[in-house]
């Protein structure tokens, strides 16, 4: 008996390979600073108009908070900036990959940015987007758990009610471990899985799981990494958020060179 003719497609692609993860020094990310230095003194228009937008953004919703008489979910809003804040330097990720490849840069490019993958992108900006709104929660919650049923104090009680009052330190200090906890998450699954989304074609899931995988082979230089992060946006935000003109696209830029160095260039 016969059988039908089977032809096989060699045609079809196959399944992608997964990015390449490399071993990086522990000085690695003073380099990385380095180059996001050079990066935006580059074009220093287009990098301290993005951080000058953003802090504008940033005082806006700070004076609606003071108007609201709700200054006590500042300090939660300033936490909450480290788990959106990959998502938010796109703009600055495109100007990096944009001057290391020889590319033209117009306003246009940052504003809109053309990505490799927006679907998978916008994916994980709605992640993010909700762990910050858990993250709100959360803290409001803890509130509720030290302070019971009072409302949020005034701008003027709230700092020595955090500091002086035994209920208060016992909430900044589990808000800071709860909120250390979720900030190493969200910065292990997207520390480079963002701007590879940027430049790869690739889904959402392997991306994060090479950002997971690149800081476990990198646990030193990553830490240190995610030191400086929080050292310079600490910076930017005790300034009343003035210094953020040039801390935040510099560690944008510089999170940028962080990709490329962690990260192989792919093969094909």
């Known amino acids: 008996m016969s059988t039908p003719d089977q032809t096989i497609d060699h045609s079809m692609p196959g399944p992608k390979a997964a990015p390449v993860v490399n071993t990086i020094a522990m000085d690695a990310p003073w380099r990385w600073l380095a180059a996001g230095w050079r990066d935006l003194w580059s074009r220093p228009g287009l990098s301290l108009g993005y951080g000058l937008v953003f802090v504008a953004v940033s ?4 004076a609606g908070l003071l108007y609201l008489e709700l200054f006590s979910l500042i300090l939660a809003l300033a936490a909450g900036f480290m788990l959106v804040g990959p998502l938010l330097a796109v703009g600055l990720y495109e100007i990096s990959r944009r001057l290391q490849s020889g590319e033209p840069i117009s306003t246009s490019d940052v504003a809109i940015v053309s990505t490799a993958a927006p679907v998978q992108l916008a994916f994980i900006g709605v992640m993010l987007s909700l762990m910050l709104l858990a993250w709100i929660r959360i803290a ?15 701008f003027s009680e709230f700092f020595p009610a955090l500091i002086l009052e035994p209920r208060g330190l016992a909430l900044l200090v589990t808000g800071t471990l709860v909120g250390g906890a979720i900030a190493a998450v969200v910065f292990s699954a997207a520390v480079v899985s963002v701007p590879m989304l940027v430049e790869r074609d690739i889904d959402a899931v392997t991306a994060v799981l ?4 690149a800081v476990q082979l990198n646990l030193g230089p990553m830490l240190l990494w995610a030191w400086l992060v929080l050292i310079l946006t600490a ?29 192989a260039a792919p093969t094909e």
């Open 59 to 62: 005082a806006g919703v700070t």
């Open 140 to 154: 409001t919650l803890l509130f509720a758990i030290f302070f019971g049923m009072e409302s949020f104090p005034p």
């Open 210 to 213: 090479t950002s997971i995988k």
């Open 235 to 263: 910076f930017g935000i005790a300034t009343l958020f003035v210094g953020l003109i040039i801390t935040f696209p510099l560690v944008g830029h510089a999170t940028w060179h962080a990709y490329k160095d962690v990260i």
